[in-house]
Protein backbone atom coordinates (compact mmCIF):
# COMPACT_ATOMS: atom_id res chain seq x y z
CA UNK A 1 0.00 0.00 0.00
CA UNK A 2 1.41 3.57 -0.86
CA UNK A 3 0.60 6.18 1.71
CA UNK A 4 2.33 9.28 -0.10
CA UNK A 5 -0.16 12.45 -0.69
CA UNK A 6 -2.33 11.27 2.75
CA UNK A 7 -4.18 9.18 0.35
CA UNK A 8 -4.16 5.33 0.62
CA UNK A 9 -3.16 3.78 -2.45
CA UNK A 10 -3.67 -0.37 -2.83
CA UNK A 11 -0.93 -2.39 -4.80
CA UNK A 12 -1.99 -3.28 -8.05
CA UNK A 13 -1.39 -7.01 -7.18
CA UNK A 14 -3.26 -6.64 -4.10
CA UNK A 15 -6.09 -5.16 -6.13
CA UNK A 16 -5.94 -8.26 -8.64
CA UNK A 17 -5.85 -11.02 -6.86
CA UNK A 18 -6.75 -10.18 -2.62
CA UNK A 19 -9.80 -8.07 -3.39
CA UNK A 20 -11.47 -10.46 -5.75
CA UNK A 21 -10.78 -13.12 -2.70
CA UNK A 22 -12.27 -10.99 -0.30
CA UNK A 23 -15.81 -9.97 -2.34
CA UNK A 24 -16.09 -13.75 -2.67
CA UNK A 25 -16.08 -14.50 0.89
CA UNK A 26 -18.37 -12.26 1.85
CA UNK A 27 -20.65 -12.98 -0.47
CA UNK A 28 -20.87 -16.24 0.11
CA UNK A 29 -20.87 -15.68 4.08
CA UNK A 30 -23.79 -13.28 3.42
CA UNK A 31 -25.58 -16.10 1.35
CA UNK A 32 -24.99 -18.55 4.09
CA UNK A 33 -26.24 -16.22 6.44
CA UNK A 34 -29.43 -15.69 4.44
CA UNK A 35 -29.79 -19.19 3.54
CA UNK A 36 -29.44 -20.60 7.22
CA UNK A 37 -31.95 -17.95 8.13
CA UNK A 38 -34.52 -19.02 5.09
CA UNK A 39 -34.63 -22.86 5.86
CA UNK A 40 -35.03 -21.77 10.05
CA UNK A 41 -38.22 -19.90 9.22
CA UNK A 42 -39.42 -22.49 6.68
CA UNK A 43 -38.42 -25.29 9.15
CA UNK A 44 -40.82 -23.35 12.39
CA UNK A 45 -43.84 -22.89 9.86
CA UNK A 46 -43.46 -26.45 9.04
CA UNK A 47 -43.79 -27.43 12.04
CA UNK A 48 -46.66 -24.71 13.16
CA UNK A 49 -48.47 -25.83 10.10
CA UNK A 50 -47.84 -29.70 10.01
CA UNK A 51 -47.37 -29.47 5.85
CA UNK A 52 -45.12 -31.88 4.47
CA UNK A 53 -44.46 -29.15 1.78
CA UNK A 54 -41.97 -27.37 4.20
CA UNK A 55 -40.25 -30.19 5.11
CA UNK A 56 -40.01 -31.56 1.18
CA UNK A 57 -38.62 -28.04 0.30
CA UNK A 58 -35.90 -28.38 3.19
CA UNK A 59 -34.52 -31.90 1.95
CA UNK A 60 -35.22 -30.51 -1.39
CA UNK A 61 -32.44 -27.29 -1.27
CA UNK A 62 -30.89 -27.87 1.46
CA UNK A 63 -27.42 -29.41 -0.65
CA UNK A 64 -27.60 -27.42 -3.86
CA UNK A 65 -28.45 -24.09 -2.26
CA UNK A 66 -24.68 -24.79 -0.51
CA UNK A 67 -22.97 -24.78 -3.88
CA UNK A 68 -25.31 -21.89 -5.14
CA UNK A 69 -24.29 -19.80 -2.70
CA UNK A 70 -20.22 -20.67 -3.27
CA UNK A 71 -21.21 -20.10 -7.09
CA UNK A 72 -22.67 -17.06 -6.50
CA UNK A 73 -20.00 -15.71 -4.38
CA UNK A 74 -17.26 -17.09 -6.80
CA UNK A 75 -19.09 -15.12 -9.50
CA UNK A 76 -19.37 -11.88 -7.18
CA UNK A 77 -15.36 -12.19 -6.75
CA UNK A 78 -14.78 -12.80 -10.24
CA UNK A 79 -16.62 -9.85 -11.89
CA UNK A 80 -14.11 -7.67 -9.46
CA UNK A 81 -10.86 -9.63 -10.35
CA UNK A 82 -8.74 -8.35 -13.46
CA UNK A 83 -7.59 -11.69 -14.33
CA UNK A 84 -6.94 -12.21 -18.32
CA UNK A 85 -10.42 -13.18 -20.31
CA UNK A 86 -9.36 -17.06 -21.06
CA UNK A 87 -9.15 -17.61 -17.08
CA UNK A 88 -12.25 -15.50 -16.79
CA UNK A 89 -14.06 -16.82 -19.66
CA UNK A 90 -13.41 -20.90 -18.19
CA UNK A 91 -14.12 -19.63 -14.82
CA UNK A 92 -16.97 -18.45 -16.23
CA UNK A 93 -17.72 -21.86 -17.72
CA UNK A 94 -17.11 -23.99 -14.18
CA UNK A 95 -19.51 -21.51 -12.41
CA UNK A 96 -22.37 -21.82 -14.69
CA UNK A 97 -21.85 -25.78 -14.88
CA UNK A 98 -22.17 -25.83 -11.03
CA UNK A 99 -25.19 -23.39 -10.95
CA UNK A 100 -26.68 -25.86 -13.62
CA UNK A 101 -26.00 -28.84 -11.91
CA UNK A 102 -27.25 -27.70 -8.53
CA UNK A 103 -30.71 -26.36 -10.13
CA UNK A 104 -31.01 -29.46 -11.90
CA UNK A 105 -29.99 -31.45 -8.41
CA UNK A 106 -32.88 -29.29 -6.73
CA UNK A 107 -35.36 -29.80 -9.51
CA UNK A 108 -35.03 -33.44 -9.47
CA UNK A 109 -35.61 -33.76 -5.86
CA UNK A 110 -38.56 -31.62 -5.65
CA UNK A 111 -40.49 -33.08 -8.37
CA UNK A 112 -39.71 -37.16 -7.20
CA UNK A 113 -41.17 -35.94 -3.81
CA UNK A 114 -43.50 -34.02 -5.28
CA UNK A 115 -44.70 -36.69 -7.31
CA UNK A 116 -44.33 -39.71 -4.47
CA UNK A 117 -46.25 -37.23 -1.78
CA UNK A 118 -49.29 -36.63 -4.60
CA UNK A 119 -49.46 -40.07 -5.77
CA UNK A 120 -49.89 -41.15 -2.25
CA UNK A 121 -52.97 -38.32 -1.83
CA UNK A 122 -54.50 -39.18 -5.11
CA UNK A 123 -56.03 -42.29 -6.21
CA UNK A 124 -54.23 -42.26 -9.72
CA UNK A 125 -53.48 -46.08 -10.74
CA UNK A 126 -49.47 -44.76 -10.36
CA UNK A 127 -48.01 -46.43 -7.42
CA UNK A 128 -44.91 -44.13 -5.92
CA UNK A 129 -42.33 -47.18 -5.68
CA UNK A 130 -38.78 -46.45 -5.88
CA UNK A 131 -38.76 -47.49 -9.85
CA UNK A 132 -41.46 -44.54 -10.58
CA UNK A 133 -39.43 -42.37 -8.22
CA UNK A 134 -36.39 -43.09 -10.23
CA UNK A 135 -37.71 -42.88 -13.62
CA UNK A 136 -39.24 -39.00 -12.90
CA UNK A 137 -35.81 -37.94 -10.89
CA UNK A 138 -34.26 -39.79 -14.04
CA UNK A 139 -35.90 -37.99 -16.68
CA UNK A 140 -34.32 -34.11 -14.82
CA UNK A 141 -31.30 -35.23 -14.57
CA UNK A 142 -30.98 -36.01 -18.09
CA UNK A 143 -32.60 -33.05 -19.46
CA UNK A 144 -29.82 -30.92 -17.08
CA UNK A 145 -27.10 -33.02 -18.52
CA UNK A 146 -28.04 -31.81 -21.85
CA UNK A 147 -27.89 -28.07 -20.65
CA UNK A 148 -25.04 -28.90 -19.18
CA UNK A 149 -23.14 -29.96 -22.36
CA UNK A 150 -24.94 -26.82 -24.29
CA UNK A 151 -23.53 -24.86 -21.78
CA UNK A 152 -19.93 -25.88 -22.31
CA UNK A 153 -20.52 -25.64 -26.27
CA UNK A 154 -20.88 -29.38 -26.95
CA UNK A 155 -22.89 -30.34 -29.98
CA UNK A 156 -25.51 -32.55 -28.50
CA UNK A 157 -26.52 -34.33 -31.69
CA UNK A 158 -23.37 -36.23 -32.45
CA UNK A 159 -23.06 -36.98 -28.79
CA UNK A 160 -26.59 -38.77 -29.27
CA UNK A 161 -25.64 -40.53 -32.28
CA UNK A 162 -22.51 -42.11 -30.84
CA UNK A 163 -24.66 -43.18 -27.97
CA UNK A 164 -27.14 -45.03 -30.00
CA UNK A 165 -24.26 -46.79 -31.69
CA UNK A 166 -22.90 -47.84 -28.36
CA UNK A 167 -26.09 -48.12 -26.51
CA UNK A 168 -26.24 -51.38 -28.50
CA UNK A 169 -23.35 -53.09 -27.15
CA UNK A 170 -24.11 -51.79 -23.51
CA UNK A 171 -28.18 -53.09 -24.00
CA UNK A 172 -26.34 -56.42 -25.37
CA UNK A 173 -24.14 -56.32 -21.98
CA UNK A 174 -26.60 -55.65 -19.64
CA UNK A 175 -29.35 -57.81 -20.86
CA UNK A 176 -30.51 -58.95 -17.66
CA UNK A 177 -30.87 -55.84 -16.09
CA UNK A 178 -32.82 -54.08 -19.09
CA UNK A 179 -35.33 -57.15 -18.94
CA UNK A 180 -35.56 -56.55 -15.32
CA UNK A 181 -36.11 -53.17 -15.46
CA UNK A 182 -38.75 -53.00 -18.27
CA UNK A 183 -40.81 -56.10 -16.31
CA UNK A 184 -40.77 -54.24 -13.53
CA UNK A 185 -42.17 -51.07 -15.97
CA UNK A 186 -44.67 -53.42 -16.67
CA UNK A 187 -45.83 -54.77 -13.48
CA UNK A 188 -46.37 -51.08 -12.53
CA UNK A 189 -48.49 -50.35 -15.87
CA UNK A 190 -50.37 -53.07 -15.73
CA UNK A 191 -50.81 -52.40 -11.64
CA UNK A 192 -50.96 -56.72 -11.48
CA UNK A 193 -49.07 -55.85 -8.28
CA UNK A 194 -48.89 -52.99 -6.77
CA UNK A 195 -47.32 -51.56 -3.08
CA UNK A 196 -48.90 -52.99 -0.36
CA UNK A 197 -50.20 -55.85 -1.60
CA UNK A 198 -51.02 -59.46 -0.12
CA UNK A 199 -49.74 -61.85 -2.99
CA UNK A 200 -48.69 -65.71 -2.87
CA UNK A 201 -46.12 -66.88 -4.79
CA UNK A 202 -46.14 -70.42 -7.00
CA UNK A 203 -43.32 -71.18 -4.92
CA UNK A 204 -45.46 -70.83 -2.03
CA UNK A 205 -44.46 -67.78 0.24
CA UNK A 206 -47.06 -65.99 1.01
CA UNK A 207 -46.26 -61.44 2.07
CA UNK A 208 -46.45 -58.07 1.09
CA UNK A 209 -45.31 -56.27 -1.46
CA UNK A 210 -42.79 -53.77 -0.30
CA UNK A 211 -41.41 -51.74 -2.78
CA UNK A 212 -40.91 -52.19 -6.72
CA UNK A 213 -37.28 -51.05 -7.99
CA UNK A 214 -35.57 -50.84 -11.02
CA UNK A 215 -34.11 -54.34 -10.93
CA UNK A 216 -35.73 -56.45 -7.94
CA UNK A 217 -39.58 -57.09 -6.17
CA UNK A 218 -39.25 -56.75 -2.72
CA UNK A 219 -41.90 -59.02 -0.38
CA UNK A 220 -42.15 -59.00 3.12
CA UNK A 221 -43.15 -62.58 4.05
CA UNK A 222 -45.39 -63.53 6.85
CA UNK A 223 -42.43 -64.27 9.03
CA UNK A 224 -41.18 -60.77 8.47
CA UNK A 225 -38.25 -61.84 6.22
CA UNK A 226 -37.92 -60.36 3.29
CA UNK A 227 -37.92 -62.12 -0.25
CA UNK A 228 -36.30 -60.43 -3.11
CA UNK A 229 -37.38 -61.42 -6.25
CA UNK A 230 -35.98 -60.24 -9.89
CA UNK A 231 -38.57 -58.43 -11.79
CA UNK A 232 -37.95 -60.84 -14.99
CA UNK A 233 -39.35 -63.54 -12.66
CA UNK A 234 -42.08 -62.11 -10.73
CA UNK A 235 -43.61 -60.97 -14.57
CA UNK A 236 -43.00 -65.00 -15.25
CA UNK A 237 -44.56 -66.49 -11.94
CA UNK A 238 -48.01 -67.42 -11.33
CA UNK A 239 -49.16 -64.87 -8.42
CA UNK A 240 -52.14 -65.05 -6.51
CA UNK A 241 -52.83 -61.14 -4.92
CA UNK A 242 -55.41 -61.19 -2.18
CA UNK A 243 -55.97 -58.15 -2.96
CA UNK A 244 -57.57 -57.79 -5.83
CA UNK A 245 -60.16 -56.92 -7.23
CA UNK A 246 -60.27 -55.83 -3.81
CA UNK A 247 -59.30 -57.21 -0.25
CA UNK A 248 -62.79 -58.74 0.55
CA UNK A 249 -62.30 -62.83 0.79
CA UNK A 250 -64.62 -65.85 1.27
CA UNK A 251 -64.11 -68.32 3.53
CA UNK A 252 -65.95 -71.49 4.78
CA UNK A 253 -65.59 -72.84 8.10
CA UNK A 254 -66.63 -76.98 8.40
CA UNK A 255 -68.81 -77.74 11.55
CA UNK A 256 -69.84 -81.08 12.05
CA UNK A 257 -72.74 -82.87 14.33
CA UNK A 258 -73.73 -86.18 14.51
CA UNK A 259 -76.24 -88.00 12.45
CA UNK A 260 -78.64 -88.78 15.84
CA UNK A 261 -78.87 -84.40 15.82
CA UNK A 262 -81.74 -82.24 15.11
CA UNK A 263 -80.93 -80.80 11.62
CA UNK A 264 -82.82 -77.91 11.39
CA UNK A 265 -82.21 -77.30 14.79
CA UNK A 266 -78.40 -77.27 14.16
CA UNK A 267 -78.70 -75.22 11.27
CA UNK A 268 -80.32 -72.72 12.59
CA UNK A 269 -77.94 -72.54 16.05
CA UNK A 270 -75.37 -72.25 13.68
CA UNK A 271 -76.75 -69.55 11.29
CA UNK A 272 -77.83 -67.26 14.43
CA UNK A 273 -74.41 -67.75 15.77
CA UNK A 274 -72.69 -66.72 12.79
CA UNK A 275 -74.76 -63.74 12.05
CA UNK A 276 -74.85 -62.38 16.19
CA UNK A 277 -70.73 -62.57 15.72
CA UNK A 278 -71.24 -59.58 12.99
CA UNK A 279 -69.80 -56.27 14.61
CA UNK A 280 -68.61 -58.34 17.49
CA UNK A 281 -65.94 -60.30 15.58
CA UNK A 282 -63.39 -58.08 14.02
CA UNK A 283 -62.73 -58.30 10.33
CA UNK A 284 -66.20 -60.39 9.97
CA UNK A 285 -68.69 -58.59 7.40
CA UNK A 286 -72.56 -58.28 7.45
CA UNK A 287 -73.03 -57.52 3.93
CA UNK A 288 -73.61 -60.56 2.35
CA UNK A 289 -74.28 -61.67 5.71
CA UNK A 290 -73.21 -65.15 6.90
CA UNK A 291 -74.73 -68.31 5.42
CA UNK A 292 -75.06 -71.90 6.49
CA UNK A 293 -75.33 -74.74 3.74
CA UNK A 294 -74.70 -78.50 4.23
CA UNK A 295 -72.44 -78.60 0.84
CA UNK A 296 -70.31 -81.03 2.70
CA UNK A 297 -73.08 -83.37 3.09
CA UNK A 298 -72.81 -86.84 4.80
CA UNK A 299 -69.39 -87.16 6.22
CA UNK A 300 -68.02 -90.42 8.24
CA UNK A 301 -69.96 -90.42 11.24
CA UNK A 302 -70.91 -87.17 11.13
CA UNK A 303 -73.44 -83.82 9.17
CA UNK A 304 -70.88 -81.76 8.22
CA UNK A 305 -72.46 -77.90 7.55
CA UNK A 306 -70.17 -75.54 5.72
CA UNK A 307 -70.41 -71.56 7.28
CA UNK A 308 -69.61 -69.12 4.72
CA UNK A 309 -69.02 -65.73 5.54
CA UNK A 310 -66.96 -62.58 3.86
CA UNK A 311 -63.57 -61.18 5.64
CA UNK A 312 -62.40 -57.67 5.49
CA UNK A 313 -58.79 -58.95 4.71
CA UNK A 314 -57.23 -62.13 3.87
CA UNK A 315 -54.91 -61.97 7.30
CA UNK A 316 -57.93 -61.55 9.30
CA UNK A 317 -59.61 -64.50 8.26
CA UNK A 318 -57.76 -66.88 11.23
CA UNK A 319 -58.97 -64.99 14.24
CA UNK A 320 -62.40 -64.75 12.43
CA UNK A 321 -62.48 -68.71 12.02
CA UNK A 322 -60.64 -69.12 15.38
CA UNK A 323 -63.73 -67.20 17.30
CA UNK A 324 -66.64 -68.57 15.21
CA UNK A 325 -65.95 -71.61 15.86
CA UNK A 326 -65.54 -71.12 19.71
CA UNK A 327 -68.58 -69.78 19.67
CA UNK A 328 -70.55 -71.98 17.56
CA UNK A 329 -68.93 -75.08 19.50
CA UNK A 330 -70.51 -73.36 22.53
CA UNK A 331 -73.48 -72.70 21.48
CA UNK A 332 -74.24 -76.13 20.13
CA UNK A 333 -73.19 -77.63 23.70
CA UNK A 334 -75.71 -75.20 25.20
CA UNK A 335 -78.55 -76.54 22.80
CA UNK A 336 -77.63 -80.06 23.18
CA UNK A 337 -76.25 -80.86 19.90
CA UNK A 338 -73.49 -83.62 20.04
CA UNK A 339 -70.31 -82.88 18.16
CA UNK A 340 -69.10 -85.98 16.76
CA UNK A 341 -65.45 -87.53 17.91
CA UNK A 342 -63.23 -88.83 15.54
CA UNK A 343 -64.20 -92.42 14.61
CA UNK A 344 -61.92 -95.36 13.07
CA UNK A 345 -62.65 -99.03 12.66
CA UNK A 346 -59.56 -101.13 13.68
CA UNK A 347 -59.97 -105.02 12.37
CA UNK A 348 -57.66 -107.41 13.99
CA UNK A 349 -56.71 -110.24 11.92
CA UNK A 350 -56.28 -113.77 14.11
CA UNK A 351 -53.75 -116.27 13.14
CA UNK A 352 -55.57 -118.91 12.30
Known amino acids: MD ?28 LF ?6 FGLLRRW ?49 IHVVVIFSITYACANLSGDIFRNYIQKSNLPIPPTGLAYGIVKGAVFAVGFLIILGALGIAIAPLLTALGVGGLAVALALKDSLENLFAGIHILM ?3 VRIGDLIRLETGQEGRVEDITWRTTRIRVLSNNMVIIPNSKLAQSIVTNYYLPDKTIFIGIAVAVGYESDVEKAEKAIAEEARKAVGEVAGLLGEPEPSVTMTSGYKEGAIEFTVGCNVSEYTEQY ?26 AVYIKKDI
Open 46 to 94: SEKSEEKIGAIVIDTFRTPSFYLCIAIGLHSGLSTSELPARYVFYLTKV
Open 319 to 344: SVQDELRRRILKRLRDEGIAVPLPAR
Open 3 to 30: FRSGELRMNPDIKRFVLPVVVALVSSFV
Open 33 to 38: VLRSFS
Open 190 to 192: ERS
